[in-house]
């Protein structure tokens, strides 16, 4: 007698976007666009430039609100809460690591790391504490009282990383983090930044074009005209972890 295989159902979804549109003006950026994230899943979105692939990030994230559609985090909807609470989540739940970096380049980088903490009402001590502690993971302990503005492009988006993860944020935003960094400086950015999601447990959504970028993660989608391919294609993160 044989007995069947029993199927696996999937992971539910962490952050889900279903059939999301937003324009700006009359040009559309995205078109009806789903795409499922699960919780510790490593996602690369990419396409050429202008394909509308940082405008999903952003609509992920809730800095933008779709003209259409849902967003979805953790079981909640997204774009329909007010402007105070989608703050709140991209301040504490959310971490954001951007091409250059932008960081406060008058504050130093344990300012910069933890600044998020103190804007989420983190006692002081407290705060500079959990920055320390993550600057000296990233090798910048010595770097800690250097301003923002006097480091390295390297240097700068490992602070970025520092202050991205230093509030424990259930998702990561990465929006081409190497783009501006030469090709080993990348390479050790996107180690530290998978390694240390790996980690924590945390679920990193990865803007780029590089394909290199994209080997890093559990599973990519292509954003082409404003529409996403394979948008719930299976995760291969069983394989790479």
Known sequence: ????????SPRPAL???RGISRSFGRTPALVRADVAVTEGEILAIMGPSGSGKSTLLHCLAGIFTPDEGEVWFDGARLDDLGDDRRTELRRGRFGFVFQFGQLVPELTAADNVALPLLLGRVKRAQAYRRAAGWLDRLDLAELAGRRGGELSGGQAQRVAIARALATGPKVVFADEPTGALDSLAGERVMDLLVSLAREEGTTVVLVTHDARVAA?????????DGRVTNPFATSSSGDRR
């Open 15 to 17: 952050l889900e976007a």
């Open 1 to 8: 007698m044989t007995i069947d295989a029993v199927p696996v």
């Open 216 to 224: 890093c993660a559990d599973r990519e989608v292509i954003v082409r």
